[in-house]
């Protein structure tokens, strides 16, 4: 009996140690291994709560992934059945998530609102991600003093606790951004300019890219060309994401156009209009009309 | 809320083109891909859609450009000037100079044939 008892509290603790290891991966942005360690753990043979946080570690690999199944459509019953404090509120954030990447911000708005009152009674752990996502939420559906709040909230929370470093980064980057669009370019450009620093402290070279472009667009606010120009090409040097290089050849074409440089600017203008195949006259467009005000960056 | 006037009139621009069409708002939403909440938002000015949805509307509507926006003013002699660089800048005040002086150069040698007719 008791030789059993000890070969399920080993089983128990070799599954801990392999989602752990997943947990690793994910936060090293790999979720395909990940998955797999996950998916190796719940071969073990997992307790019934250990099952559950297996379940929601899945379904965030799933959502990063952009896939669905039976781990991300468990979630809300997880929500609902609130059997473990905690994993109530990791099933809550991970909805908010997917819906934030799926472009339903109603919905990820009010999985967050719940995943924001979990945390709270669980002694605010994860209160101030929540707040981050809820920020970049509202940055997505255009309400931006709203996104204000929730980034001077994450901050006030994150203080300068060790270890949340990279969150202070992101949170004051997001703030800052959210100072160019309602007005305030010269905060908003001083505020990114610092969480660039940090980033750079921190070696997140991930975030550079973002941090160039909104430099680019805080400075072009500001009338300050040639410095806008200088992150605008950094910008587009290192971006990953497609909608970062578009945004980076936008943002540079403005630029050169309003330095004067009418060919440089159709040149980023003309990179831009190649994504956009179905409508031919993007280049003149963009050559005849400032579209800045009108255009969220973030979609 | 953070407006803009642009958006507001690009908003008011897009309700006009849409009740001349005689869409509603939740049918010219699916066209375009986004939610009636967020179309009826923008047409009163509140929400900024992205390059490719922006795109989208124009291309629902057929219309040109023009029709849309308002052109981009052309630039003064003295927006050039504003843009160039300070080296750049002394050059031009050089050159005007130079006119200014070859002006004067003229109107004084104009002047003197006056004098030599009189």
């Known amino acids: ?223 300050q060309l040639e410095m806008a120009r200088h992150y605008g090409e950094l910008g587009l040097a290192h971006a990953v994401e497609d909608r970062q290089i578009r945004n980076a050849h936008y943002l540079l074409g403005e630029v050169l156009y309003k330095l004067g440089r009418s060919e440089e600017a159709r040149g980023h203008f003309e990179a831009l209009a190649r994504y956009y195949p179905d409508f031919p006259n993007l280049t003149n467009l963009l050559l005849a009309f400032d579209l800045r005000r009108m255009v969220n960056l973030k979609l | 809320m953070n407006r803009s006037v642009q958006v507001e009139l690009v908003g008011r621009k897009i309700r006009q083109m849409r009740r001349q069409r005689k869409l509603t708002q939740t049918e010219l939403a699916d066209r375009i891909g986004i939610n009636q909440s967020d179309l009826s938002r923008m047409e009163q000015g509140e929400y900024r859609v992205g390059l490719d949805t922006l795109l989208k509307i124009l291309q629902t509507f057929d219309v040109g450009i023009g029709e849309f926006f308002e052109e981009r003013p052309q630039p003064t002699p003295m927006d050039n000037y504003s843009r160039l660089s300070p080296a750049a800048q002394k050059e031009v005040d050089d050159f005007i100079a130079f006119k200014r002086m070859h002006e004067e150069a003229m109107l004084d040698g104009e002047s003197e044939g006056d004098d030599e007719l009189d």
């Open chain 1, 1 to 223: 009996m008791g030789r059993a008892r000890g070969m399920t509290s080993l089983i128990e603790t070799r599954i801990e140690e392999i989602r752990q290891q997943g947990l690793r991966e994910l936060q090293a942005n790999r979720p395909t291994e990940a998955l797999a360690l996950f998916d190796r753990a719940f071969e073990l043979g997992p307790t019934e709560e250990q099952h559950e946080i297996l379940t929601i570690n899945k379904a965030r690999c799933l959502v990063e992934l952009r896939e669905s199944g039976p781990a991300v459509q468990a979630l809300p019953m997880i929500l609902m059945r609130r059997r473990n404090a905690r994993h109530a509120f990791l099933a809550a954030y991970t909805l908010q998530y997917k819906f934030r990447l799926e472009g339903d911000y109603r919905k990820a708005a009010v999985y967050g609102s719940q995943a924001l009152t979990l945390a709270e009674q669980n002694g605010g752990e994860g209160a101030a991600e929540v707040l981050l996502e809820q920020g970049s939420i509202c940055v997505l559906d255009s309400r931006t003093e709203e996104a204000i709040g929730f980034f001077e909230r994450a901050l006030a929370m994150l203080g300068n606790q060790p270890g949340r470093e990279l969150s202070v980064a992101i949170a004051r980057q997001n703030l800052g951004y959210s100072l160019l669009i309602t007005g305030e370019p010269a905060r908003g450009v001083e505020l990114i300019h610092d969480a660039l620093s940090r980033m750079e402290a921190l070696g997140a070279d991930g975030f550079y890219p973002e941090s160039h472009i909104d430099l680019c667009y805080g400075y072009l606010e500001l009338e």
